[in-house]
C-alpha cells in the first residue's frame, strides 16, 4: 500500500508539472525598431533692408484771395482816421510750389501779386498793390544741420538775399514744445534804386512749435537782428543825434485750432482759428527820418495783434488733386500798433478760393 500511494503521488507531482510547462506564455519578442527622424535643415538667410528709392516730390498751389472793406471804413470822409486799415477791397494771387529734388536739396517760391479793387473814391485808400516774390533753397547736410538761402523782391521792389544756417537743436512731436530751430543769419537789403539805402542784418532766428490742450497748436519766431544802416537815422527830432546801426528783434507767436463740422471720403468741412501778434517788434532807439521834409517817426516798441476766424470747405477730386474755398473775417488793430496806443480793433471780411496738385 505504501508502494502504491508513493507512486500515486510521483505521479500527481509529475502531472502537475506538466500541466504547469503547458500553461507558461513564450514571451513575445517585439520588434526593436530604430527610428530616426531627421532634423530640418534651417538654411540662414541674410535679410538685407531695401531702402525705398527716393524720387522727387513736389506741389503746385494757387490761391486768389478777396478783401473787403474794413468795419466802419469810409464813414467818415478823413482819409488819416487813425484806425483805418490802409488796405482795402484788394485781391491777392498766390503761387506756391516746392520740389523736394533730391533727399538733401529742395526748393520752395511763393509769388503774390496785388491788385486794388478800390473805387475812385476821397474815402477810400489802398495800400496794396504790386508783386512780392520769395525763393528758397534748401540743402541738408545732416539730420541736424541744413542751410537756408534765401532772396525776396517786395511790392516797393525792395530786395534782399539772405543766408542761415539752421540748426535743429530739440525736437519732441506731441508735446507743449514740440521742435526749435535755431538759425544764424546774414541778410543783406537794398532798396528800388540799389543805392545808399541798404542794410545789412546779422543775428539769428529761433523757431519754435507746440501743443496746447484742447487741440490748440502754436508756433513763431524770434528775430534778433542786428542791423547795419547804409544811411543815418536819428533818435532825436531835432535831427542831430544821428546813427548807422541798431539792434531791433521781432517777435511772433501765433495760435490755431480746427474745428472739424463734416468730412467724408473725398470732402471735409472746418471752422478755423488763427491768431496771435504778426510781429511785436522791439527797437533800441525811436527812430525819426526826414521826409519831404516832414519829420517822420518810428516808435520802440509796436505790435500787430489779430484773430481770423473762417469757414474752409476741401473736396480732394483726386489723390493728388484738392479744391477749397472758403469765407470768415479778420480782426486786428490795423493802423494804431503802437505799444502804448494800440486801440480800435476792427473786422476785415476775406473769401478765397484756391486749388493744390501734388506730385
Known amino acids: 500500500m505504501k508502494k502504491l500511494a508513493l507512486l500515486l503521488g510521483s505521479l500527481l507531482v509529475v502531472g502537475t508539472a506538466v500541466q504547469a510547462k503547458e500553461v507558461v506564455v513564450a514571451p513575445v519578442e517585439l520588434s526593436k525598431e530604430v527610428v530616426v527622424l531627421a532634423e530640418p535643415v534651417v538654411e540662414e538667410v541674410a535679410v538685407v533692408e ?31 482816421d487813425e484806425w483805418n486799415n490802409g488796405s482795402n477791397r484788394y485781391s491777392r494771387l498766390q503761387t506756391t510750389f516746392g520740389v523736394a529734388a533730391t533727399e538733401k536739396f529742395s526748393v520752395e517760391g511763393r509769388i503774390r501779386d496785388y491788385s486794388d479793387l478800390e473805387r475812385n473814391d476821397d474815402r477810400y485808400t489802398n495800400d496794396e498793390s504790386g508783386t512780392e516774390t520769395r525763393l528758397r533753397a534748401y540743402y541738408k547736410h545732416n539730420d541736424l544741420f541744413t542751410s537756408r538761402v534765401e532772396y525776396k523782391d517786395t511790392t516797393s521792389d525792395a530786395q534782399s538775399f539772405e543766408y542761415q544756417a539752421r540748426l535743429n537743436v530739440y525736437k519732441n512731436e506731441g508735446a507743449l514744445l514740440s521742435k526749435v530751430v535755431f538759425a544764424p543769419k546774414f541778410k543783406h537789403t537794398m532798396d528800388s534804386e540799389n543805392g545808399g539805402a541798404y542794410k545789412n542784418t546779422v543775428g539769428a532766428d529761433i523757431e519754435y512749435a507746440g501743443n496746447l490742450p484742447l487741440g490748440f497748436t502754436w508756433d513763431g519766431t524770434i528775430y534778433l537782428n542786428q542791423n547795419f544802416y547804409g544811411e543815418e537815422f536819428y533818435t532825436n527830432a531835432g535831427l542831430t543825434n544821428n546813427k548807422d546801426k541798431a539792434f531791433e528783434p521781432e517777435v511772433e507767436l501765433y495760435l490755431y485750432r480746427t474745428f472739424g463740422l463734416y468730412a467724408n471720403e473725398k470732402t471735409t468741412l472746418d471752422f478755423n482759428f488763427e491768431g496771435g501778434y504778426d510781429p511785436y517788434t522791439f527797437a533800441q532807439y525811436d527812430k525819426y527820418a526826414e521826409k519831404n521834409a516832414e519829420i517822420e517817426k518810428t516808435k520802440k516798441t509796436d505790435y500787430s495783434l489779430y484773430a481770423l476766424l473762417t469757414l474752409d470747405l476741401e473736396y480732394k477730386v483726386t489723390e493728388n488733386f484738392a479744391l477749397s474755398t472758403g469765407a470768415g473775417a479778420e480782426y486786428r488793430n490795423w493802423n494804431n500798433t503802437a505799444q502804448s496806443e494800440a486801440s480800435d480793433w476792427r473786422w476785415q471780411p476775406v473769401a478765397y478760393a484756391a486749388m493744390k496738385v501734388t506730385f
Open 50 to 80: 531695401l531702402t525705398p528709392e527716393f524720387r522727387p516730390t513736389g506741389y503746385v498751389g494757387l490761391e486768389y484771395r478777396a478783401y473787403g472793406n474794413t468795419e466802419g471804413h469810409g464813414d467818415k470822409k478823413s482819409s488819416n
